[in-house]
């Protein structure tokens, strides 16, 4: 394409053709960190007919075609980005049955590959802080079970909120004991078709969002959800409003009933309307609630 400019004269003027996004899932790691050995252990979990490969970040390849774990020995520690190229048979990596979980540092990209699990998928990853991803999972056969569970560093963010969630997911455990995690993005989560949410936050001691946008219209366990959370008393009355769809002191959600639901210690507000809605859902549909009582 030629340019035609004030004095008349052209330029040629390149256009680059977009790029699809990144297909691979990689991921960052520093072999100073855990035993500070120059070399990783890619462990995972397996089935069916196995195909992948795993680009080590060194120019070194290893091509995996049955249910083995591999190891890699660098020629200089250092910062790596290891990147797997997915075919099959990979169901997830198991990175916290492994003491080299400590020299994760970040997840760079998501990829496009299916995954049949994200349960434990994170888990204990201390070296974990955000994970810089700009793509998200591909979750539809997956639940988040106990997916960022004891991360006892400081995991932050995610950008979880762009995450689509399929009908049969569960958020069980999936944050419990993360004590660094407030991640602002979960509010934007699309959590149509969870069924539990049983210590979803549990000791997860920073955590304090209002995640009113919430779809909870499938939700029946919500046991210990909050329980030692930082939820507070403005968030939680919102919750409370959000998720029933209160107007005009009527629901306009469709919640299921006989819920045991747990709030923390956070306070809804006597003779406010979080106390009405607390009263619909304790009286009307039978929710067990233990929060901080009202003020």
């Known amino acids: 394409m030629r340019l035609i400019l004030n004095n008349g004269k052209s330029v040629s003027r390149l256009y680059s053709t977009p790029q699809p996004p990144e297909a691979n899932f990689i991921f960052k790691i520093d072999t100073s960190l855990g035993d500070g050995q120059a070399e990783f252990e890619f462990k995972a979990s397996h089935t069916g007919a196995v195909d992948y490969t795993i680009d080590w970040g060194d120019s070194s390849t290893t091509h995996v075609t049955s249910n083995v774990n591999s190891n890699h020995i660098y020629l200089a520690g250092g910062v790596y980005n290891i990147s797997l190229s997915i075919i099959s048979g990979l169901n997830k990596p198991t990175f916290y049955n492994t003491n080299d979980r400590i020299k994760v540092t970040d997840i760079l990209n998501w990829g496009t590959y299916e995954w049949d699990s994200f349960t434990s998928f994170l888990y204990d990853m201390d070296n974990l802080v955000n994970i810089s991803a700009p793509d998200y999972p591909n979750l539809q056969g997956s639940n988040l079970l106990q997916t960022f569970i004891y991360n006892s560093s400081s995991l932050v963010s995610l950008n979880i909120g762009s995450w689509v969630l399929n009908s049969s997911t569960s958020l069980l455990q999936a944050f419990r004991q993360a004590p660094s995690f407030n991640d602002p993005t979960i509010n934007n989560l699309d959590t149509t078709g969870v069924f539990s949410m049983s210590k979803a936050f549990w000791v997860a001691s920073s955590f304090n969002q209002n995640l009113s946008n919430w779809n909870v219209e499938s939700v029946g366990d919500m046991t210990d959800c909050f329980l030692s959370s930082a939820l507070d008393n403005v968030n939680y009355r919102l919750i409370l409003i959000g998720w029933t769809g209160w107007t005009s002191g009527a629901p306009t ?28 859902l304790t009286g009307t549909l039978g929710w067990t609630i233990t929060d901080g009582g009202g003020i």
Not at 254 to 275: C, M
């Open 253 to 280: 959600k469709t919640l299921q009933s006989n819920v045991p639901a747990h709030f923390g210690t956070a306070k809804y507000e006597i003779g406010g309307e979080s106390e009405d809605v607390r009263n619909y």
